[in-house]
């Protein structure tokens, strides 16, 4: 089968860096993607890597290795408001539109 | 504003009665899809579409039903709702589905 495997829970302390890691068992896929989502919110995107390596948007950084079935995201000089869940999820090849999601990772940040 | 709406937010419900919720995006994406999101399971597909009038399975359709009759809507109907089926449901949409997916504000949904 193909699944995400993140860690439930991640607690860092304000002005930190953080990274969530993602490991998958996919055969094959289009890109990775990340998503937050505050308590009560919707998901929203924050990046997507289709290549292997390093996108960075301002405080945030995303990381792909296909050869190592694995992927993160790093989050630098935290801030308070970046408690939340944050979401790796997978396009496969093999399911034409379909979105295969991780669990999901409670980032928790203390002062 | 680009965005995706979903009516109604809130919605209690007994078991057998059946429902629709809608979801509207005014983005001209091509791409939409229903989720349901129960703790410690994170975010799991239900059905989603690729165009109108086509739509195909998630990881779990059981109990649900879908339409795409227009490219900006795409409502999910639960004919016989059961308690199992008490989540947040979340309508969502995008150019490609590799691509920036948009999502609603969700639905709460409980069925007692």
Request: charged share 15%.
């Amino acid at each position: 089968g193909q699944s995400l495997e993140q860690p439930s829970e991640v607690t860092a302390v304000e002005g930190a860096i953080v990274q969530i890691n993602c490991t998958y068992q996919t055969s094959g896929f289009y890109g990775l993607s990340w998503y937050q989502q505050h308590d009560g919110g919707a998901p929203t995107f924050l990046s997507y890597n289709a290549l292997d390596g390093l996108e960075e948007t301002g405080r945030f950084s995303s990381f792909l290795s296909r050869s190592d079935s694995y992927g993160y995201l790093l989050l630098q000089e935290l801030q308070m408001k970046d408690s939340a869940s944050y979401f790796c999820a997978v396009s496969p090849m093999d399911s034409n539109y379909q979105l295969i999601w991780g669990a999901g990772t409670k980032l928790i940040i203390k002062p | 504003e680009a965005q995706v709406t979903q009516n109604p937010r809130y919605l209690i419900t007994v078991t057998g009665k059946k429902l629709t919720v809608t979801c509207s995006q005014n983005m001209n994406h091509e791409y939409m899809s229903w989720y349901r999101q129960d703790p410690g399971l994170g975010l799991r597909q239900i059905y989603y579409s690729m165009n109108v009038e086509v739509t195909d399975k998630g990881d779990v359709p059981e109990g649900y039903k879908v339409s795409r009759k227009e490219k900006r809507n795409f409502p999910l109907i639960l004919e016989s709702p059961s308690p199992n089926q008490t989540s947040l449901y979340f309508c969502a949409s995008s150019l490609l589905s590799g691509g920036e997916q948009y999502f609603g504000p969700g639905t709460r949904l409980t069925v007692t």
